[in-house]
């Protein structure tokens, strides 16, 4: 089961290629539902979000693949939607889904990890939670938790939404299609993985460092 999940995750190119070969635009929608999914519930922080636009946007950029405008309008609002959803379930659910701290769905250590990011960075952890994996689902789910103001956490949601999916989208678009990143497409989503959680790693051990001392 594993096994087969990392081939799909690391050949993200290829089972998309599949996917629109025998389902054609039901691809949109399935798009559509991962992206909503990945960042508008907090259960679910493991789903491609990076990568998967990045190989995306590869799609865009071949003969009879996706139409690049509307990959782009269509992710962008299921980002957004995905934000409000999950600020909106931290506004109303608050700490009352963390009260097990042996929860494996809804793991305390995620939301803690996320609180220290916005002491660091206040409402801006929105945008910068959008390129960082686990934390961009808890983001809009502890800002919600907070009672931050509603027009302020829209404009930060639509700030990063629109940069989060332009930016690896048209990446993939301009350079997923390069015969090198084609040949070697697993060690370049591999990168894109190291890249994304390089924050989380200085993160981790700046804490660590800091409660060393103390």
Same mark, same amino acid.
């Given at each position: 089961?594993?096994?087969?999940?990392?081939?799909?995750?690391?050949? @993200?190119?290829?089972?998309?290629?599949? +996917?629109?070969?025998?389902?054609?635009?039901?691809?949109?929608?399935?798009?559509?539902?991962?992206?909503?999914?990945? !960042?508008?519930?907090? #259960?679910?922080?493991?789903?491609?979000?990076?990568?998967?636009?990045?190989? /995306? %946007?590869?799609?865009?950029?071949?003969?009879?693949?996706?139409?690049?405008? !509307?990959?782009?309008?269509? @992710?962008?609002?299921?980002?957004?939607?995905?934000?409000? #959803?999950?600020?909106?379930t931290?506004? *109303?659910?608050?700490?009352?889904? +963390? !009260?097990?701290?042996?929860?494996?769905?809804?793991?305390?250590?995620?939301? $803690?990890?996320? $609180?220290e990011?916005?002491?660091?960075?206040?409402?801006? !952890?929105?945008?910068?939670?959008?390129?960082?994996?686990?934390?961009?689902?808890f983001?809009?789910? #502890?800002?919600?938790?907070?009672?931050?103001?509603?027009?302020?956490?829209?404009? *930060?949601?639509?700030? %990063?939404?629109?940069?989060?999916? +332009? &930016? +690896?989208?048209?990446?993939?678009?301009?350079? %997923?299609?390069?015969?090198?990143?084609?040949?070697?497409?697993? *060690? /370049?989503?591999?990168?894109?993985?190291?890249?994304?959680?390089?924050?989380?790693?200085?993160?981790?051990?700046?804490?660590?460092?800091?409660?060393? &001392?103390?």
């Amino acid at each position: 089961m594993i096994d087969q999940f990392l081939d799909l995750f690391f050949n @993200l190119n290829h089972f998309l290629g599949l +996917f629109i070969q025998e389902h054609g635009s039901w691809i949109y929608i399935l798009l559509f539902l991962i992206i909503f999914a990945e !960042t508008g519930f907090i #259960v679910t922080p493991f789903l491609p979000g990076d990568s998967l636009l990045f190989a /995306v %946007g590869a799609l865009t950029a071949i003969e009879n693949g996706l139409n690049l405008w !509307t990959i782009l309008l269509s @992710l962008t609002i299921a980002a957004i939607i995905g934000d409000f #959803v999950n600020y909106s379930t931290g506004y *109303y659910l608050g700490p009352k889904v +963390f !009260t097990k701290k042996e929860s494996k769905l809804f793991n305390p250590k995620h939301l $803690e990890r996320t $609180e220290e990011f916005y002491k660091k960075y206040g409402p801006f !952890t929105i945008v910068i939670a959008r390129f960082m994996p686990i934390i961009r689902t808890f983001a809009p789910f #502890v800002a919600g938790m907070g009672k931050m103001n509603r027009s302020r956490f829209f404009l *930060y949601n639509i700030t %990063g939404g629109i940069a989060w999916i +332009f &930016s +690896f989208t048209i990446l993939g678009h301009f350079f %997923g299609n390069l015969p090198f990143v084609k040949k070697n497409f697993q *060690y /370049v989503i591999i990168a894109i993985i190291i890249v994304s959680v390089i924050p989380l790693v200085i993160a981790f051990f700046k804490e660590r460092r800091k409660i060393a &001392s103390s």
